[in-house]
T-cell receptor
Framework: EAQVTQNPRYLITVTGKKLTVTCSQN?????MSWYRQDPGLGLRQIYY???????DKGDVPEGYKVSRKEKRNFPLILESPSPNQTSLYFC????????????FGPGTRLTVT | DAKTTQPTSMDCAEGRAANLPCNHS???????VYWYRQIHSQGPQYIIH???NNETNEMASLIITEDRKSSTLILPHATLRDTAVYYC??????????????FGGGTRVLVKP
């Protein structure tokens, strides 16, 4: 089954404690993105990657890091989380030939206290 | 990307067709109309897209007016599982910014028994 998986699905952490949210897709997609979704602000892109070892900033990259060492994985790293990073996070992927169809993961609800 | 206007909410009876309108009067010639939906706090899901011709797939139909300034998404036989927020998006070639999706307010559709 074609899918994007994220782990963990829920996470409560404290300010400053480094964390990683994993994202993996099994569709051999070139594009992968991280978004955050907040009430009233819609979906905002954090980082994206157009292929292995190629990453770039989205609209709200401050406080986040990513890497793309393998085509299937695109982890999101919060080196020093802060309460304003409390949000619902989605990973998404799509192919170069079917960019209209993005596949989203189930989401990770992060709370930073 | 062109701005879109959708009704905030609408109700639909189970088993009936749901017609979701979207205005995009500033759409330009190379911009497509996309529809995604998001069931409560789940990852967004691609539904359909089109340029100027009407389109149909297993999920829905998309009717685009001749002047392309508006469109209607049709869910032919709404079920309770179609209760979601539906987003109409207009954008051009997505290769820039890693195929970024930007959602507006969307239409909250409630399918009632």
């Amino acid at each position: 089954e074609a899918q994007v998986t994220q782990n963990p699905r829920y996470l409560i952490t404290v300010t400053g404690k480094k964390l990683t949210v994993t994202c993996s897709q099994n569709m051999n997609h070139e594009y992968m993105s991280w978004y955050r979704q907040d009430p009233g602000l819609g979906l905002r892109q954090i980082y994206y990657s157009m292929n292995v070892e190629v990453t770039d900033k989205g609209d709200v990259p401050e406080g986040y890091k990513v890497s793309r060492k393998e085509k299937r994985n695109f982890p999101l790293i919060l080196e020093s989380p802060s309460p304003n990073q409390t949000s619902l996070y989605f990973c998404a992927s799509s192919s170069l030939t079917k960019t209209y169809e993005q596949y989203f993961g189930p989401g990770t609800r992060l709370t930073v206290t | 990307d062109a701005k879109t206007t959708q009704p905030t909410s609408m109700d639909c009876a189970e088993g009936r067709a749901a017609n979701l309108p979207c205005n995009h009067s500033t759409i330009s010639g190379n911009e497509y109309v996309y529809w995604y939906r998001q069931i409560h706090s789940q990852g967004p899901q691609y539904i359909i897209h089109g340029l100027k011709n009407n389109e149909t797939n297993e999920m829905a139909s998309l009717i685009i007016t001749e002047d392309r300034k508006s469109s209607t998404l049709i869910l032919p036989h709404a079920t309770l599982r179609d209760t979601a927020v539906y987003y109409c998006i207009v954008r051009g070639i997505p290769q820039a910014a890693g195929n970024k999706l930007t959602f507006g307010g969307g239409t909250r559709v409630l399918v009632k028994p």
